[in-house]
């Protein structure tokens, strides 16, 4: 997190954690308050690296299915209901 600073130009950042909760799965769901900070992330991030990523995996950016926060935020409480019923 401390590459993409909170400077307002997100209002979303969703880190899906493994269900030991102990890792992050390997990706994360970003919300842009505009379409053009969504396409200055991806144009300056596409394919880089994280500093201090022991696999070194290239970035590989999409652009979401749900779109907006309060799509999110509905579908991110959808997921934790459903979770928490099938156990």
Request: charged share 20%; hydrophobic share 40%.
């Amino acid at each position: 997190l401390e590459h993409w600073p909170a400077d307002g130009s997100y209002d979303f950042l969703y880190l899906p954690m493994t269900t030991r909760g102990s890792q992050c799965t390997g990706f994360a769901f970003i919300n842009f308050v505009t379409p053009a900070h969504a396409v200055s992330f991806v144009s300056s991030w596409q394919g880089q690296r994280l500093p201090g990523d022991v696999a070194k995996r290239k970035l590989r950016l999409l652009f979401a299915d749900i779109q907006g926060l309060e799509a999110n935020l509905e579908h991110l409480r959808a997921r934790s209901i459903s979770r928490m019923r099938s156990r």
